[in-house]
């Protein structure tokens, strides 16, 4: 079964930066749709960053683009989540996700389309 190991976690003020890292042992990230989301408290998880399946071009929720890069490492079997000029209502429960599935753009941000996850790191985001 495919585990995914998510890193990074940490309470930084407003305009700061946090890289967060997904690993994955075992299974070759490269060939897999691979997306970050997160999910604050009392909220609906929310999609935020996407590669899809033998793709290097990435897709990004409105509300993070420009600031938020996702990028992987192959060798490292790693993904990672760059979060720069972070904010308050960044504060969440950050979690990837991963499908052997190539899925179509539109389906990247929902949840359902996603058959492994790993555990939640927390980011916290004070003005």
């Known amino acids: 079964d495919v585990q995914l190991q998510a890193s990074g976690r940490g309470s930084v003020q407003a305009g700061e930066s946090l890289r967060l890292s997904c690993t994955a042992p075992?299974?070759?990230?490269?060939?897999?749709?691979v997306g970050w989301f997160r999910q604050a408290p009392g909220e609906e998880r929310e999609g935020v960053s996407f590669f899809r399946n033998g793709e290097t071009r990435t897709v990004n929720a409105d509300s993070v683009k420009g600031r938020f890069t996702i990028s992987r490492d192959n060798a490292k079997n790693t993904v990672y989540l760059q979060m720069n000029n972070l904010q308050p209502e960044d504060t969440a429960l950050y979690f990837c996700?991963?499908?052997?599935?190539?899925?179509?753009?539109?389906?990247?941000?929902?949840?359902?389309?996603?058959?492994?996850w790993g555990q939640g790191t927390q980011v916290t985001v004070s003005s």
């Open positions: 075992g299974f070759f990230v490269g060939s897999y749709t």
């Open positions: 996700a991963a499908t052997k599935r190539r899925l179509i753009i539109s389906s990247l941000r929902e949840v359902a389309s996603y058959d492994y």
